[in-house]
């Protein structure tokens, strides 16, 4: 589903960072894997590129079967909109729509007619059990039902790949268990692959398998089962 | 300072553009004010140089506003024990007919006393006539050109220069060439000398001369010689010095230094609306660098100060670059204004060099600096507010806060009530003019209210027409009011002044071409000089009788226009044949009996005035006038008023035979004639041509030029409202960009968001442009609606206090159809680049940007 091969990124500034060195791995489709790292160890910056957030500066990455190297800006764009989903650590949710609004956003922008994508963010608000929140405004929900929009945004097309940044990090444990909890539970239901930025031990443990990165270099690929 | 560059460098090189946009508010605003002035400053200087170069030793002048005097005033004024020196003066501008050298001013003077006032500096002369001027009188074709008047020319010493005169092209011989100091360099060195008697004929003067040039016995003051002669010659003359005749000067021109006055203001107003915002975003988006400092140990005060500190930088360093502007400006202008002046007043003369005034530029500095302080004052004192702890928290504070909003509402309200009712108190002056103020800080109060409900009003427009782009676009609007109202207020205040602009404009021409269609009702109009406020020139009025005998011509009459100052300043009288004026012309009656008051005037009883002498110097019907004549001051009661544009200053028109009577002046300005129906003009044209062109210099316009003439006058005084328009529209612009690239850094995590979940590069273009058009829309609206209250407060101070036109409120509906596709369309324009820097920016670091 996502295959990695010797993907390296530099940031240039007064002088050349390299986030990511001959980065090479595969994950299979279906699989919830969590990268985990000390910070600086380019975690995020490999999410990044994986979402076509950004561009590798060598190496290649391949999307269910599609090359990114040598596509613009829009047919990123494209590849965004139809294979993956995102979710932040601050949810990025947008203050002035509702909920509903929220989670449509991405479905009006494919060029969905409103009843259609309407219908489609209830489902999944219902989804997210926050079915009684659909016309809230993100400012009127606690952190963990902000995520759970979020989330809900993520999953707006059922992409076949949910990135997540951190989507624990700003939530109290309860919260982010609950979090947690749901994301396996869609995972589960929707067959989705699942890539999961964290600082949590917990929450990498959660996944059956762990990309452990340090100094831009995967340093170990742990496979396990999960523990629940 | 420290500070300074810790704190606030940063930030101002990090938004680099920003601070750019910002300090352009006040460059433009600067650069009109310093422009307007420098340029109008120039011209008056070019004429008190050349006042000051012709006076030569002289200390005072005796004159009679431009009517003159008989020469047995000259003996009168040389009897006085306190002057020494007291000699004739005639000066006409004339057209030497040479490619590209313009006018000639000539000096009519009295050679064999005139040299102790003047230094002629002859360079090369007849030894005769250097030797002795009752040679250079004796032959009275002689004159004195300068130095620079032959190197332009490639005349020389005995040349023959053919001059335009009252009795037709005459040849005149080089007898004398000045060097190019002093006398000489007068008028741009375009300047000629010779015998005043010679000057009365050609001039058409009779025995009369236009001013006596004195210089004073050795230890005698001016002050008190000024005030013997005056009680000597009585009020009908005028005893002042030189230097006065340039604030005579600048009353004349006053209406348009009013008029740069304004727009100065205006366009520095509207800068302080682009500095208030930019600022107050500044302040919104450093909450955390604030909480920062204030957690450091920084006071409140010191936090204030910071920010007051910027604003006064952003200000002076706008302000600098703003009079640079504007002396470029001025150059520009200078020349322009010149020629301008002369033409619609009569006097002035082209600058040779931009004099830029170190006081103007002092006040402009301060205005640039104070305007920039003023509008960073609240942001500041907002800065000082923050809350440390909270301001270290994540977030945005870019709402109005709900109790703000009311108090903004209620104190918008109080001031509209304050307008009301100094609108029922109108007619003093103080109150128009503070519910002028009212209004406006009322609808600018109100601003961000109302950007909220036309925002609302416009977000499902904004939606049907894009569900995505469109709600996002309004939402950005409605989420940050502050920083929109700040914008569509720069925004609205520059629609209300083109709309303020538009209407006087389109009032003017509407009034001027009804009044040219009553008052302009002759055939033709002979004047001495082809621009008909240059006076210098005069026919006898027995041509009169001359033109009455060429068969085809029904009536003639005769017009004498002079300036003379009334109270101080300078008005224009004209005195005709009212009985035949008053048969041909309908002019609107404004006060008055309109069947008797010419009757009346006409036997001498009295005067009649136009409608703008009335409103500006506060005079009705049955006042009575004391005007300044020969023989002391005549009384004239004012027996109506009727609607007349013949001059800004307003007018006098009085009876040619009360005229002759109490300023002994027989000389005529103009002839309007009449034809007899189903004469050819063109024929007729010639005919009078042919038959007094040769001994005569006279042109003749008819009925249609002279019209295509002053509206060409009145295109030219509108030609500086385009301008003025043109940087109200700029200005407009800038704010728009200038909001809509703080906009893109204030919601780059939101379009960072909006690029994340799959926004293509063309639907983030969109939302900006949307949001753009949405600003310019909200402007519009606003702006139109304070156009019209700032239209009706335009007229009235016309009127009022400008030049005393009564101009019908007319909305100008094409100005305002035009402006939309103007503003929408530089919104847009103004939107590309933002939109650009948006899509262009890294995604990762706009989802990172907090």
């Given amino acids: ?228 | 300072m420290m500070l300074l560059r810790l704190i606030s460098w940063p930030y101002v090189r990090k938004h680099l553009l920003r601070a750019l946009l910002t300090t352009a508010g006040i460059v433009l605003g600067v650069a009109v004010f310093v422009g307007m002035h420098t340029a109008n400053q120039s011209v008056l200087y070019a004429f008190n140089r050349t006042v000051d170069r012709i006076a030569g030793a002289t200390q005072l002048q005796v004159t009679a506003g431009e009517i003159g005097f008989s020469e047995d005033v000259l003996e009168r004024v040389q009897a006085q024990p306190d002057v020494e020196v007291a000699v004739p003066v005639i000066e006409a501008t004339v057209q030497t007919g040479i490619a590209g050298q313009g006018n000639l001013l000539v000096l009519g003077v009295d050679m064999t006393g005139d040299r102790s006032l003047r230094d002629y500096d002859l360079e090369k002369a007849d030894d005769t006539i250097v030797d002795d001027p009752l040679v250079f009188i004796a032959q009275p074709d002689s004159i004195i050109v300068s130095r620079q008047f032959t190197e332009r020319t490639g005349l020389k010493l005995n040349s023959k220069l053919t001059m335009q005169t009252m009795q037709g092209p005459r040849q005149f011989t080089i007898r004398g060439v000045m060097n190019s100091e002093g006398l000489a360099s007068a008028f741009g060195g375009s300047l000629a000398v010779m015998d005043i008697y010679a000057a009365q004929l050609v001039f058409g003067r009779g025995r009369r001369f236009d001013r006596i040039d004195i210089s004073l016995h050795p230890g005698i003051k001016v002050d008190d010689a000024r005030r013997r002669l005056q009680s000597a010659l009585g009020s009908g003359f005028e005893v002042d010095t030189p230097s006065s005749r340039g604030q005579q000067f600048e009353a004349v021109a006053q209406v348009y230094s009013m008029n740069a006055t304004l727009t100065s203001i205006f366009a520095l107003f509207i800068g302080l609306f682009l500095i208030y915002n930019t600022f107050s975003i500044a302040v919104t988006q450093r909450r955390n660098e604030i909480g920062i400092l204030r957690a450091l140990g920084a006071s409140s005060g010191l936090v204030k100060r910071l920010f007051l500190a910027e604003s006064a930088i952003t200000g002076l360093i706008g302000s600098t670059i703003g009079i640079g502007v504007g002396i470029l400006i001025a150059r520009g202008l200078a020349t322009y204004l010149g020629t301008f002046f002369a033409e619609v007043y009569g006097v002035g003369e082209k600058a040779q060099e931009v004099s830029a005034d170190p006081k103007l530029l002092l006040s402009a500095l301060f205005i640039g600096v104070g305007t920039s302080v003023v509008a960073g004052w609240l942001p500041a004192r907002n800065a000082a507010r923050v809350d440390p702890v909270k301001a270290l928290q994540k977030g945005r504070v870019q709402v109005i806060t709900e109790g703000e909003s009311r108090l903004r509402r209620n104190l918008a309200l109080l001031l509209l009530a304050g307008a009301v009712a100094c609108a029922t108190l109108g007619h003093v002056r103080i109150f128009f003019y503070s519910g002028y103020m009212l209004n406006v800080l009322a609808v600018l109060l109100l601003t961000p209210a109302l950007c909220i409900w036309l925002g609302k009003a416009l977000r499902p427009l904004l939606k049907w027409l894009r569900p995505v782009e469109g709600a996002l676009a309004a939402d950005s609007l409605l989420q940050s009011p502050r920083r929109t109202s700040g914008t569509v207020a720069a925004l609205s205040l520059s629609v209300a002044l083109v709309v303020g602009l538009g209407g006087i404009a389109k009032a003017s021409y509407e009034s001027i071409r009804s009044w040219m269609d009553a008052a302009l009702s002759p055939d033709f109009f002979i004047t001495g000089s082809e621009t008909i406020t240059q006076r210098s020139i005069r026919f006898p009025e027995e041509l009169a009788g001359e033109f009455r005998k060429v068969p085809g011509v029904e009536e003639v009459q005769a017009v004498r226009t002079a300036r003379i100052l009334y109270s101080g300043t300078p008005v224009m009288l004209v005195a005709a044949d009212l009985r035949s004026l008053a048969e041909r012309v309908r002019l609107q009656v404004i006060e008055g009996d309109g069947a008797t008051m010419y009757k009346r005037a006409e036997r001498g009883e009295g005067v009649v005035l136009s409608d703008n002498f009335a409103l500006l110097r506060k005079v009705k019907t049955g006042d009575v006038l004391e005007l300044p004549a020969p023989d002391g001051m005549v009384k004239m009661p004012v027996l109506g008023v009727v609607l007349d544009y013949s001059d800004q200053n307003g007018t006098i028109l009085m009876d040619r035979g009360a005229y002759k009577k109490y300023w002994g002046d027989p000389t005529v300005n103009a002839f309007r004639i009449y034809l007899n129906a189903g004469e050819d003009r063109a024929a007729m044209r010639q005919k009078l041509l042919d038959q007094f062109g040769g001994r005569t210099r006279l042109f003749i316009m008819t009925n249609a030029e002279l019209k295509q003439y002053i509206t060409n006058l009145t295109d030219q005084w509108f030609g500086l409202t385009y301008v003025q328009i043109f940087v109200a529209v700029l200005v407009a612009i800038l704010g728009i960009v200038n909001t809509l690239t703080v906009s893109i850094a204030d919601r780059k995590r939101e379009l960072g968001v909006l690029q994340a979940v799959g926004g293509l590069r063309n639907q983030i273009r969109q939302t900006i442009w949307m949001e753009a058009i949405a600003i310019g829309v909200l402007g519009l609206a606003i702006g139109f609606a304070l156009g019209a209250v700032h239209l009706y407060y335009i007229l009235e101070v016309t009127r009022r206090d400008l030049a005393g036109m009564r101009l019908d409120y007319r909305y100008p509906f094409a100005i305002a159809a035009t402006l939309i596709p103007v503003i929408l369309g530089s919104a847009l324009f103004s939107a590309i680049g933002p939109a650009e820097t948006a899509v262009r920016g890294s995604l990762v670091e706009a989802l990172e940007y907090e």
């Fill in chain 1, 1 to 228: 589903m996502i295959q990695l091969s010797n993907v390296t990124k530099e940031f240039d500034g007064k002088r050349t960072v390299r986030a990511l060195q001959g980065v090479s791995l595969q994950i299979r489709k279906g699989e919830m894997v969590s990268l985990v790292g000390p910070s600086g160890s380019g975690k995020s910056t490999l999410l990044n590129l994986i979402g076509t957030l950004d561009k590798p500066t060598s190496g290649e990455i391949t999307l269910d079967g599609q090359l990114l190297s040598g596509l613009t800006d829009d047919q990123l764009t494209q590849v965004r909109r139809d294979k993956i989903g995102f979710i932040f650590q601050f949810f990025n949710l947008l203050p002035s729509l509702s909920c509903l609004e929220n989670v449509a956003l991405p479905l009006h922008l494919r060029g969905w007619k409103k009843a259609k994508a309407s219908e489609r963010a209830r489902e999944l608000l219902t989804l997210v059990n926050l079915d009684h929140r659909i016309e809230h405004l993100p400012d009127e929900l606690s952190g963990g039902e902000r995520q759970r929009v979020a989330i809900a945004r993520a999953l707006s097309v059922y992409p076949p790949i949910l990135l997540a940044d951190e989507p624990t990090g700003n939530l109290d444990t309860h919260t982010g268990a609950e979090i947690l909890s749901l994301v396996r539970d869609l995972h589960q239901r929707l067959g989705a692959t699942v890539l999961m930025v964290t600082h949590d031990r917990s929450v990498a443990e959660s996944c059956a398998r762990t990309i452990i990165l340090r100094d831009g270099q995967v340093v170990e690929d742990i496979n396990r089962e999960p523990r629940l």
